[in-house]
């Protein structure tokens, strides 16, 4: 069965979903330099404008009311679980928490961290060594623990898609893909050929299958 009561108005559930999936996040990606900061910055915008409306107040189900309820009048749109827009749309019969979409966001949430959590790792091994990170998730992608935030980011979508979110992601992946290149011109600035060599070898953010490349790296290849 689904639960129709309406759930909206619960401020303080949004902001503790938002301050723990912001912090979970930090404990993972560890932020150390400015641009760090930002993308971590970044990144909890999208959680805290999602959390809103998850808990808060559903915006773009009172934007969309009308062309929702003329299309798909046996949802009752104002109950929480129409939150889950694409599962209510595609007409699962079971509970939306249970439906693909929501299951294969738990795909994308939980492997966004994990590579973000390895490539942490990675990272912090090779700043202490001052040398390349070139091993583990970044022998298969230059930057890993952006690829890590674009897919929590894109999992939240398929849950829980909104307006506002759905804005935010391609300005944030493009935001992503500036500080990524910034990062680069500072580690071809300090290593020169060796990172030349390495980003000729291994993509910026969608591995080639069956690639791998080894070796070790530099605080700005995160």
């Known amino acids: 069965m689904h639960d129709t009561s309406a759930a909206y108005g619960l401020w303080l559930l949004a902001a503790v979903n938002s301050a723990f999936f912001i912090f979970f996040a930090f404990t993972f990606y560890k932020p150390k330099t400015k641009r760090d900061w930002r993308s971590l910055g970044a990144f909890s915008a999208f959680i805290v404008a999602l959390f809103s409306e998850m808990y808060g107040f559903p915006l773009t189900i009172y934007l969309l009311s009308g062309w929702l309820q003329s299309h798909?009048?046996?949802v009752n749109w104002f109950s929480h679980d129409a939150g889950h827009l694409l599962e209510m749309m595609f007409g699962w019969k079971?509970?939306?928490h249970f439906g693909p979409f929501h299951l294969l966001s738990f795909v994308f949430i939980g492997g966004g961290f994990w590579i973000i959590a390895s490539g942490w790792q990675v990272l912090y091994r090779a700043q202490r060594r001052h040398t390349l990170a070139t091993t583990g998730v970044y022998a298969y992608v230059r930057?890993?623990?952006y690829v890590?935030?674009?897919?929590?980011m894109f999992g939240f979508l398929l849950q829980w898609p909104?307006?506002?979110t759905l804005a935010m992601f391609p300005v944030l992946v493009y935001m992503y893909t500036r500080l990524a290149h910034s990062e680069e011109r500072d580690s071809l600035a300090e290593f020169g050929l060796a990172y030349r060599?390495?980003?000729d070898e291994v993509p910026a953010f969608i591995p080639k299958l069956g690639a791998h490349h080894g070796g070790s790296t530099h605080d700005s290849a995160s």
Do not use: D
């Not at 890590?148 to 929590?152: A, E, S, V």
């Open 143 to 145: 930057h890993p623990q």
């Open 162 to 164: 909104t307006l506002l």
């Open 148 to 152: 890590g935030f674009m897919l929590i």
């Open 94 to 96: 079971v509970n939306p």
């Open 72 to 74: 798909y009048p046996q």
């Open 197 to 199: 060599r390495y980003m």
